[in-house]
C-alpha cells in the first residue's frame, strides 16, 4: 500500500524561497538535477526524433547530455551573448551539430507550430517573480505558438508558488492538459555537500490540443513513474505542490536536529485516494534526558477511537508519554476514520518505510525500530451515524472501546476531528450485570473487539462520561438545599448546548422535582441525541431549539421565569479566538448581567470555561465577578476545562477566604438524592459528590 505525505505544518513560500535564493548562488542551474536524475521522466515525453527548443539553456549541461543520447533536432536559446558563445565554443569539436543561439525566449523568429517540445530547466522559475511576471507570461505565450499541436513545454522547476501557479494557470485558460510530476528529494549526503534546503525537483508537463479543452485536465504524479491522480481545481494541484515542499523541510528538520519544544506533524494520505490514513506527530525528548543509547527511536500506535484523549491530543500528554516510553524520539501515529486496519503486523509493515524517514539525527539506518501500543492490539471503532447539519457541518456517531476496556458512543464535529463533543457509555441490553460490575473506571486488558453486537448495546444515563459534567451536578449542592429532607422542592435548570444530551438526562433521571430547558440552536442535534444517545424529553426535560443568547434576552424580557441554576455548556467553533467554550458573546457583561436577573435568591451561574489564552481568561473572570460576587472554581484533572460556580449573593466574608463548611453537607445531602432515586436499578448514577467538592478553589 502507497502512502503520500500530507503535512499539517504550513509552508510560508516567501520567507522559505528569499532564504532559498540568497543561498544558492550561481550554483543554480544544477540544482534542479542533472541528466541521471532527470532522463527518466524526460524519455517519457521527449523522443530522440522530436524537435526541440531549449528555453534559456544558460550553462547547463543538459543538452549537451541528451545530445550524446541520441537526441539531435535541439535548438538551444539564451538571451546572454556571453553564454551562447561560450557554449557554442565548448561544443565545436566533441558536438559540431549541437548549436546555440541568441535569442530572447520572449520575442522568437521561429514559425509557427515549429516544434513539438520547449524544455526549460529553470528559466520559468528565474523569469516568473511576482515582479516579473509579465515576462514570463510572455514567454509562455511564445512558447504555446512555436508548438505544434499535441507538442508539449516540459519545465523543470522548483515550483516556487507564484511561478507554479502562474504557468498552470496560464496554461488552463489555454485549454492544455497540465500534468505535473514530483520527483525524488534529495539524498542526505547530497544535501550536506550542497549545503541546500530539501527540497523536491518538480516536472511540469502541458500538453497542447487542436481544440482547448472545456474543462481543465489537472494530474499529479509522485515520482517519475508514478500513477497520475486526477485533480479538479488549480487550488487542489497548487497545495499538493505545498505538500510535498513542506514535507521534504520537515524531513530535513528531522535529520538535522531535534527539539522537544516543537509539535511537527503531517498526515499520510493513500496514493490511490488521496484519503487520510495516519497522522504522524514527532515527539523528542528534553536535551537533558537520560536516554539510553539504545532508546534512539520508538514508534508508538494510538488505539482507534483514543486519538481524541489528553494524553495523544495534547502537547503536555505527549511529552509525557515520550517522558515514559524513555526514546530519543518517539513518533505518535492515529488512525484515521473510514478506513481499515487489519492488525498491528500490517500496520507495522505499512509505517515501517516511511517512519524512517524521521528517524533523529546520527542514528544508523540499519537500526531496528520497536513499535509501542497499549495492549497490542489496534483498538477498535464503529461508525454507526453519519450526517451533515447545516449549523456545524458533518459529524459521525461512532462506538469506540476505550483504554479501560468499555465500550463508548461518541459524537464528533470533523471539523475539529481529535475532538470529542460528546460521549456515553454503553451496556448490553441482555447483560444487566455489566452496569454494576463495571461502574468503576479501572483499566482492564484492552481487547480486539467487543463480542456484543452494536444492537445489543443501549446508553448508560447513569454514567457521565465527560468530568466537567460531573463536577456541574456536584455543583448544584451549593443551591444549599437539603433535598434528602425537602424533596418536594421544585430546582429549575437552564442549559444552554445540549450536545449528545447526557447532562440534561441524568439532571432529569437523578434529580427528584427538577425541570431542565435545553436552548440548543442546531435541531440536527438534537435528532442525534434522540436517536444514538437516548436523551428523551418529556414535561420535565424540555428542548427549546433557539440560539441561546436570544433565548436569554427573550425570557429576561418577558420577566417572571426564573431559574435555580443557569449552565453554558455551549462550544466555539471559532478556534482563532483561544477559547473553546463558550463563544465570546456568552460572557459579555451584558448578557452576564441577564442571567444574574434570571436567576432566583439561592441561583447558581455553572459556566465551563475552556481557555488557553491567559490574559483572556483573566479578562472573562474580571467580567464574571463584576457581576457575581462569589466564584468557585473547580480545574479538570489533564484537561484545560474548568467549572466556574458563580453566586449572585453579595460577598460574605466568612465565605469568600474559604469554601464554605456547610457545603459537606450539603455535598451528602444531594448524594443521598441523586443514589436513592434509582436505588436497585442497574443505571444508579456514578458520581461522588464530596470528592469532586473538596477540590474547589476560591476565585
Same mark, same amino acid.
Given at each position: 500500500?502507497?502512502?503520500?505525505?500530507?503535512? #499539517?505544518?504550513?509552508?510560508?513560500?516567501?520567507?522559505?524561497?528569499? !532564504?532559498?535564493?540568497?543561498?544558492?548562488?550561481? !550554483?543554480?542551474?544544477?540544482?534542479?538535477?542533472?541528466?541521471?536524475?532527470?532522463?527518466?521522466?524526460?524519455?517519457?515525453?521527449?523522443?530522440?526524433?522530436?524537435?526541440?527548443?531549449?528555453?534559456?539553456?544558460?550553462?547547463?549541461?543538459?543538452?549537451?547530455?541528451?545530445?550524446?543520447?541520441?537526441?539531435?533536432?535541439?535548438?538551444?536559446?539564451?538571451?546572454?551573448?556571453?553564454?551562447?558563445?561560450?557554449?557554442?565554443?565548448?561544443?565545436?569539436?566533441?558536438?559540431?551539430?549541437?548549436?546555440?543561439?541568441?535569442?530572447?525566449?520572449?520575442?522568437?523568429?521561429?514559425?509557427?507550430?515549429?516544434?513539438?517540445?520547449?524544455?526549460?530547466?529553470?528559466?520559468?522559475?528565474?523569469?516568473?517573480?511576482?515582479?516579473?511576471?509579465?515576462?514570463?507570461?510572455?514567454?509562455?505565450?511564445?512558447?504555446?505558438?512555436?508548438?505544434?499541436?499535441?507538442?508539449?513545454?516540459?519545465?523543470?522547476?522548483?515550483?516556487?508558488?507564484?511561478?507554479?501557479?502562474?504557468?498552470?494557470?496560464?496554461?488552463?485558460?489555454?485549454?492544455?492538459?497540465?500534468?505535473?510530476?514530483?520527483?525524488?528529494?534529495?539524498?542526505?549526503?547530497?544535501?550536506?555537500?550542497?549545503?541546500?534546503?530539501?527540497?523536491?525537483?518538480?516536472?511540469?508537463?502541458?500538453?497542447?490540443? *487542436?481544440?482547448?479543452?472545456?474543462?481543465?485536465?489537472?494530474?499529479?504524479?509522485?515520482?517519475?513513474?508514478?500513477?497520475?491522480?486526477?485533480?479538479?481545481?488549480?487550488?487542489?494541484?497548487?497545495?499538493?505542490?505545498?505538500?510535498?515542499? #513542506?514535507?521534504?523541510?520537515?524531513?530535513?528538520?528531522? @535529520?538535522?536536529?531535534?527539539?522537544?519544544?516543537?509539535?511537527?506533524?503531517?498526515?499520510?494520505?493513500?496514493?490511490?485516494?488521496?484519503?487520510?490514513?495516519?497522522?504522524?506527530?514527532?515527539?523528542?525528548?528534553?536535551?537533558?534526558? *537520560?536516554?539510553?543509547?539504545?532508546?534512539?527511536?520508538?514508534?508508538?500506535?494510538?488505539?482507534?477511537?483514543?486519538?481524541?484523549?489528553?494524553?495523544?491530543?495534547? *502537547?503536555?500528554?505527549?511529552?509525557?508519554?515520550?517522558?515514559?516510553?524513555?526514546?530519543? @524520539?518517539?513518533?505518535?501515529?492515529?488512525?484515521?476514520?473510514?478506513?481499515?486496519?487489519?492488525?498491528?503486523?500490517?500496520?507495522?509493515?505499512?509505517?515501517?518505510?516511511?517512519?524512517?524517514?524521521?528517524?533523529?539525527?546520527?542514528?544508523?539506518?540499519?537500526?531496528?525500530?520497536?513499535?509501542?501500543?497499549?495492549?497490542?492490539?489496534?483498538?477498535?471503532?464503529?461508525?454507526?451515524?453519519?450526517?451533515?447539519?447545516?449549523?456545524?457541518?458533518?459529524?459521525?456517531?461512532?462506538?469506540?472501546?476505550?483504554?479501560?476496556?468499555?465500550?463508548?458512543?461518541?459524537?464528533?464535529?470533523?471539523?475539529?476531528?481529535?475532538?470529542?463533543?460528546?460521549?456515553?457509555?454503553?451496556?448490553?441490553?441482555?447483560?444487566?450485570?455489566?452496569?454494576?460490575?463495571?461502574?468503576?473506571?479501572?483499566?482492564?486488558?484492552? !481487547?480486539?473487539?467487543?463480542?456484543?453486537?452494536?444492537?445489543?448495546? #443501549?446508553?448508560?444515563?447513569?454514567?457521565?462520561?465527560?468530568?466537567?459534567?460531573?463536577?456541574?451536578?456536584?455543583?448544584?449542592?451549593?443551591?444549599?438545599?437539603?433535598?434528602?429532607?425537602?424533596?418536594?422542592?421544585?430546582?429549575?435548570?437552564?442549559?444552554?448546548?445540549?450536545?449528545?444530551?447526557?447532562?440534561?438526562?441524568?439532571?432529569?433521571?437523578?434529580?427528584?422535582?427538577?425541570?431542565?430547558?435545553?436552548?440548543?440552536?442546531?435541531?440536527?442535534?438534537?435528532?442525534?441525541?434522540?436517536?444514538?444517545?437516548?436523551?428523551?424529553?418529556?414535561?420535565?426535560?424540555?428542548?427549546?431549539?433557539?440560539?441561546?443568547?436570544?433565548?436569554?434576552?427573550?425570557?429576561?424580557?418577558?420577566?417572571?421565569?426564573?431559574?435555580?441554576?443557569?449552565?453554558?455548556?455551549?462550544?466555539?467553533?471559532?478556534?482563532?479566538?483561544?477559547?473553546?467554550?463558550?463563544?465570546?458573546?456568552?460572557?459579555?457583561?451584558?448578557?452576564?448581567?441577564?442571567?444574574?436577573?434570571?436567576?432566583?435568591?439561592?441561583?447558581?451561574?455553572?459556566?465551563?470555561?475552556?481557555?488557553?489564552?491567559?490574559?483572556?481568561?483573566?479578562?472573562?473572570?474580571?467580567?464574571? @465577578?463584576?457581576?457575581?460576587?462569589?466564584?468557585?472554581?473547580?480545574?479538570?484533572?489533564?484537561?484545560?476545562?474548568?467549572?466556574?460556580?458563580?453566586?449572585?449573593?453579595?460577598?460574605?466574608?466568612?465565605?469568600?477566604? @474559604?469554601?464554605?463548611?456547610?457545603?459537606?453537607?450539603?455535598?451528602?445531602?444531594?448524594?443521598?438524592?441523586?443514589?436513592?432515586?434509582?436505588?436497585?436499578?442497574?443505571? #444508579?448514577?456514578?458520581?461522588?459528590?464530596?470528592?469532586?467538592?473538596?477540590?474547589?478553589?476560591?476565585?
Amino acid at each position: 500500500m502507497s502512502l503520500l505525505p500530507r503535512t #499539517s505544518e504550513e509552508f510560508s513560500s516567501a520567507e522559505y524561497w528569499e !532564504k532559498f535564493f540568497k543561498r544558492r548562488g550561481d !550554483k543554480a542551474f544544477e540544482w534542479y538535477g542533472d541528466y541521471n536524475k532527470l532522463c527518466g521522466v524526460l524519455h517519457k515525453y521527449i523522443k530522440a526524433q522530436h524537435k526541440v527548443l531549449v528555453v534559456g539553456c544558460g550553462n547547463s549541461e543538459l543538452s549537451e547530455q541528451l545530445h550524446d543520447v541520441g537526441y539531435k533536432h535541439l535548438t538551444n536559446i539564451d538571451i546572454s551573448e556571453t553564454v551562447v558563445t561560450r557554449m557554442n565554443q565548448r561544443n565545436a569539436e566533441r558536438r559540431p551539430g549541437l548549436t546555440f543561439q541568441q535569442v530572447d525566449a520572449t520575442r522568437t523568429p521561429y514559425e509557427d507550430g515549429s516544434y513539438q517540445v520547449a524544455l526549460d530547466k529553470g528559466t520559468l522559475d528565474a523569469m516568473a517573480s511576482e515582479e516579473a511576471g509579465a515576462l514570463a507570461r510572455s514567454m509562455l505565450t511564445e512558447v504555446g505558438r512555436v508548438l505544434s499541436v499535441a507538442g508539449r513545454y516540459v519545465c523543470v522547476t522548483l515550483a516556487q508558488d507564484c511561478v507554479i501557479k502562474l504557468a498552470v494557470e496560464h496554461f488552463v485558460q489555454q485549454g492544455w492538459a497540465v500534468r505535473l510530476h514530483c520527483l525524488q528529494e534529495k539524498t542526505e549526503e547530497e544535501e550536506e555537500e550542497e549545503e541546500s534546503f530539501a527540497l523536491p525537483v518538480f516536472v511540469l508537463v502541458c500538453t497542447k490540443f *487542436r481544440q482547448p479543452m472545456p474543462a481543465p485536465i489537472l494530474e499529479m504524479c509522485v515520482g517519475e513513474d508514478g500513477a497520475p491522480t486526477r485533480l479538479t481545481q488549480v487550488a487542489e494541484l497548487l497545495s499538493a505542490v505545498r505538500e510535498h515542499q #513542506s514535507y521534504a523541510v520537515l524531513k530535513k528538520k528531522l @535529520r538535522t536536529s531535534t527539539d522537544a519544544e516543537s509539535n511537527l506533524s503531517l498526515t499520510l494520505c493513500l496514493a490511490k485516494t488521496g484519503l487520510p490514513r495516519y497522522t504522524l506527530t514527532v515527539q523528542d525528548s528534553p536535551p537533558d534526558a *537520560r536516554v539510553p543509547r539504545s532508546n534512539q527511536f520508538a514508534v508508538f500506535i494510538v488505539p482507534q477511537g483514543n486519538e481524541a484523549a489528553w494524553l495523544y491530543s495534547s *502537547r503536555e500528554g505527549r511529552r509525557q508519554l515520550a517522558a515514559s516510553a524513555n526514546f530519543r @524520539r518517539l513518533v505518535i501515529v492515529a488512525m484515521h476514520r473510514n478506513q481499515e486496519y487489519t492488525d498491528m503486523q500490517a500496520v507495522q509493515a505499512e509505517l515501517s518505510p516511511v517512519v524512517m524517514e524521521f528517524a533523529p539525527p546520527g542514528m544508523p539506518p540499519n537500526q531496528k525500530v520497536p513499535f509501542l501500543s497499549v495492549g497490542g492490539d489496534l483498538g477498535w471503532r464503529e461508525e454507526v451515524d453519519r450526517g451533515v447539519s447545516e449549523l456545524s457541518g458533518e459529524y459521525c456517531v461512532e462506538n469506540v472501546k476505550g483504554e479501560d476496556g468499555e465500550l463508548y458512543r461518541r459524537l464528533v464535529f470533523l471539523y475539529n476531528s481529535s475532538l470529542v463533543q460528546s460521549e456515553a457509555r454503553l451496556v448490553s441490553l441482555n447483560a444487566g450485570e455489566s452496569s454494576q460490575k463495571n461502574k468503576s473506571k479501572k483499566k482492564v486488558k484492552s !481487547k480486539a473487539a467487543p463480542k456484543t453486537p452494536s444492537a445489543s448495546l #443501549s446508553v448508560d444515563s447513569g454514567f457521565l462520561c465527560c468530568a466537567h459534567h460531573e463536577v456541574i451536578v456536584a455543583g448544584l449542592a451549593l443551591l444549599e438545599v437539603g433535598m434528602s429532607q425537602n424533596k418536594d422542592l421544585p430546582v429549575s435548570v437552564l442549559l444552554v448546548g445540549l450536545g449528545g444530551g447526557g447532562l440534561p438526562q441524568f439532571l432529569r433521571d437523578f434529580v427528584p422535582n427538577i425541570t431542565v430547558e435545553v436552548v440548543e440552536l442546531d435541531p440536527a442535534i438534537m435528532e442525534v441525541a434522540k436517536k444514538w444517545f437516548n436523551f428523551r424529553p418529556d414535561d420535565r426535560l424540555t428542548v427549546t431549539l433557539e440560539d441561546g443568547l436570544e433565548r436569554i434576552r427573550a425570557l429576561e424580557k418577558e420577566g417572571g421565569c426564573l431559574f435555580d441554576a443557569i449552565i453554558f455548556d455551549v462550544d466555539n467553533k471559532d478556534a482563532t479566538v483561544g477559547m473553546n467554550c463558550p463563544p465570546a458573546a456568552f460572557v459579555e457583561t451584558s448578557i452576564l448581567h441577564q442571567v444574574h436577573n434570571l436567576l432566583t435568591p439561592r441561583g447558581l451561574f455553572i459556566l465551563n470555561l475552556v481557555c488557553r489564552n491567559l490574559d483572556l481568561r483573566k479578562s472573562v473572570l474580571e467580567r464574571v @465577578r463584576n457581576v457575581f460576587p462569589t466564584i468557585l472554581s473547580r480545574a479538570i484533572e489533564g484537561e484545560v476545562n474548568e467549572v466556574l460556580l458563580c453566586s449572585p449573593r453579595e460577598k460574605d466574608p466568612s465565605v469568600t477566604a @474559604r469554601i464554605p463548611a456547610s457545603l459537606n453537607k450539603a455535598a451528602k445531602s444531594l448524594q443521598s438524592v441523586l443514589c436513592s432515586s434509582r436505588a436497585g436499578t442497574n443505571n #444508579s448514577p456514578h458520581i461522588k459528590i464530596e470528592e469532586l467538592l473538596k477540590d474547589l478553589k476560591v476565585e
